[in-house]
Structures are given as structure tokens and as C-alpha cells.
């Protein structure tokens, strides 16, 4: 049963982290400016962490507009 807890909690910790930094995009900031107000913020996060989820998300937006 820990493993479906774990599970559980580490998608809910990144799902967090994809919303704030969803909600940090609504100003141009760099990828370490957004590390800094996560940690900040509480949340402990890597730039190892936030430059893929950043990639994933102009992926996302790129394709958006294309469509």
C-alpha cells in the first residue's frame, strides 16, 4: 500500500509544480528565475526538473498554434 501512497503523492507534487509554473509563465521569466520562486515558494525543486517540464509546455503551446 506505501507504493500507491508514494505513487500518489509524487504525481500530486508534480502536478503542483506544472501548475505554478503555468501560473509563473503569465510574465517572461528565465528558467532559473522560475526555480528561484519556486523555491521560494516552498517547493524543492532543480533547474534538472523545471527545463524539460518547460520544453514539454513550448512543445505543447507551439503545437497549439500550429493547429
Known sequence: MGGICE?????????AIQLAVV?????????????????????RVEEGTIYPLLR???????SKAAG
Do not use: A, D, M, P
Open 23 to 43: 501560473c509563473l509563465l503569465e510574465r517572461e521569466l528565465y528558467g532559473y528565475e522560475i526555480v528561484r520562486k519556486l523555491q521560494e515558494s516552498g517547493f
Open 7 to 15: 505513487r500518489f503523492e509524487k504525481e500530486i507534487r508534480r502536478g
Open 56 to 62: 514539454r509546455l513550448e512543445g505543447r503551446e507551439s
